[in-house]
């Protein structure tokens, strides 16, 4: 069993910054894509950034291409989500998560933490 824990989460006004980590219970950034989805109240799940375990290049959901920057610690088994420019419709749980499948959609994924909650206010 693979453990997630986010954390990073909290209140900003629109144009702040924050940077969420998640990090993992044993080695994972080698053999799982890691990746990061969000759910505001009232709508689904939707992808936001990801890493491949190929260390290709970072996919990005085109709401946050330019302002979100995914990046990863081998050596702390810890994957962040560098969050700039926020929104209020960044408004959201955020979830890390780590897989094997699709990178960009959510059945992609085994395992996942509990979410940590990011508040934009206007």
């Known amino acids: 069993q693979l453990l997630l824990v986010e954390s990073g989460g909290g209140s900003v006004q629109a144009g702040g910054s924050l940077r969420l980590s998640c990090v993992a219970s044993?080695?994972?950034?080698?053999?799982?894509?890691m990746g990061w989805f969000r759910q505001a109240p009232g709508k689904g799940r939707e992808f936001v950034a990801a890493?491949?375990?190929?260390?290709?290049?970072?996919y990005y959901a085109d709401s946050v291409k330019g302002r979100f920057t995914i990046s990863r610690d081998n050596a702390q088994n810890t994957v962040y989500l560098q969050m700039n420019s926020l929104k209020s419709e960044d408004t959201a749980v955020y979830y890390c998560?780590?897989?094997?499948?699709?990178?960009?959609?959510?059945?992609?994924?085994?395992?996942w933490g509990r979410g940590t909650q990011v508040t934009v206010s206007s």
């Open positions: 998560t780590a897989g094997r499948g699709s990178l960009v959609q959510d059945i992609g994924y085994e395992y």
């Open positions: 890493l491949s375990w190929t260390g290709s290049s970072p």
């Open positions: 044993r080695r994972t950034l080698s053999i799982y894509n």
